[in-house]
């Protein structure tokens, strides 16, 4: 994957966690505008194979209320919006053990690391707190549109 700065067509380049991709699918909002802006091509998202299994956990949590068949369009739509990069390797997620407080955040942060990409987007504050370039889905609407605009 190539390393830093805007996709070819110069556009934001964002990688997006778990709880930005449920929240968008889920619920109208930020999170929704966020899907909304990458599916019309107006940012690029990224996320990788570790957060997309998680996404297809949550969705299917029976408290959310999916059919499994909901859980896969769901998931289709995932596909087409967000392109899912293969997990970082073992060495980058080791390399960044430490950072944060939760072991299940490495492959995310290990994975935007070595994205290239402009912004983390997440609602972990944990993470924005500790983590540069890691910043609220408003934020990154803020970002996007500020660049179109």
Not at 85 to 93: E, F, H
Request: some cysteine; proline content about 5%; glycine content about 12%.
């Amino acid at each position: 994957m190539r390393r830093g700065g805007r996709g070819r067509s110069g556009i934001v380049k964002l990688v997006v966690d778990a709880n930005t991709i449920v929240g968008g699918l889920l619920f109208e909002g930020n999170e929704a505008r966020l899907l909304e802006l990458g599916r019309l091509g107006v940012c690029e998202l990224f996320t990788n194979e570790n957060v997309r299994g998680e996404v297809r956990d949550v969705l299917a949590r029976p408290h959310i209320g999916l059919s499994e068949e909901e859980t896969r369009a769901a998931l289709v739509l995932v596909d087409r919006w967000v392109t899912v990069l293969s997990d970082p390797p073992p060495n980058l997620i080791s390399a960044v053990r430490g950072r944060v407080p939760d072991q299940g955040d490495l492959p995310v942060l290990a994975g935007f690391e070595h994205s290239g990409c402009d912004h983390l987007v997440t609602g972990d504050r944990r993470l924005r707190e500790r983590i540069p370039r890691t910043i609220t889905t408003r934020a990154a609407l803020t970002l996007v549109l500020a660049d179109i605009g």
